[in-house]
Nanobody
Framework: QVQLVESGGGLVQPGGSLRLSCAAS????????MGWYRQAPGKERELVAS???????NYADSVKGRFTISRDNAKNTIYLQMNSLKPEDTALYYC????????????WGQGTQVTVSS
């Protein structure tokens, strides 16, 4: 059984920073693309950033220059460093990964809340 567990969310003032982590565990053979999505109330879930096993990255235009995604393949973990946070970054942030166990499947974490407010 494979699990994705996120951590690091919380309440931060505008202009502040947070670092999210997502660790994959279980019967894992390999992990391809991992990423962060977010969903604000009343809005659709959207891609924030993704990273391939070779460290190739992709960012939403709204977070370019402020957020940085990284991964530690030895720990099956990805991180999202979020700087210069804005109120519009407030959302539930989900980790996502394409993981090969006995088959290749797309997994989601349970989500971690990020609230940017003064």
């Amino acid at each position: 059984q494979v699990q994705l567990v996120e951590s690091g969310g919380g309440l931060v003032q505008p202009g502040g920073s947070l670092r999210l982590s997502c660790a994959a565990s279980g019967s894992i053979v390999s992990i391809d693309t991992m990423g962060w999505y977010r969903q604000a109330p009343g809005k659709e879930r959207e891609l924030v950033a993704s990273i391939k096993r070779n460290d190739s990255t992709n960012y939403a235009d709204s977070v370019k220059g402020r957020f940085t995604i990284s991964r530690d393949n030895a720990k099956n973990t990805i991180y999202l460093q979020m700087n210069s946070l804005k109120p519009e970054d407030t959302a539930l942030y989900y980790c996502n990964a394409n993981i090969q166990s006995w088959t290749i499947f797309n997994y989601w974490g349970q989500g971690t809340q990020v609230t940017v407010s003064s």
